[in-house]
């Protein structure tokens, strides 16, 4: 249990990321749409000319962007909440085995993994 609570930056670390990147993804997307998108006729026309041409391209790769840096944002997000998982099983499964003894150096007394699995007579 002392392992969870040593841990809880890393969890929160790991949502934050996993939480902006998703926001970054949703922004790039709804600003792509709303620069394609043919409704916002009357806010284009205030853009000058010369701007409207590179807009298009533009928002398609703002929204490639997003895409990228969103991607990645939730990718390192959720590797480091893999990695506090594993991180706590391993440390239960480490318990355990120092509970049963098997870190005491005794290999001769020790049975073999299919040993357990055959039934007794």
Known sequence: MAGARRYRFVKAWGLLQIVVGCL???????????????????IVTRVPAEWRTRLAPAAIAGLMLAIVL?????LSGQL???????????????????????DSGLSSTRQDATSRLLPRR
């Not at 990695?83 to 049963?100: E, K, P, T």
């Open 24 to 42: 970054v993804m949703l922004l790039g997307a709804l600003a792509a749409i709303a620069v394609l998108s043919p409704w916002p006729a009357d």
């Open 70 to 74: 969103g991607g990645s944002l939730v």
């Open 80 to 102: 480091l909440l893999l990695l506090r998982d594993i991180h706590s099983h391993l440390a239960r499964l480490d318990a355990r085995d120092r509970r049963r003894g098997r």
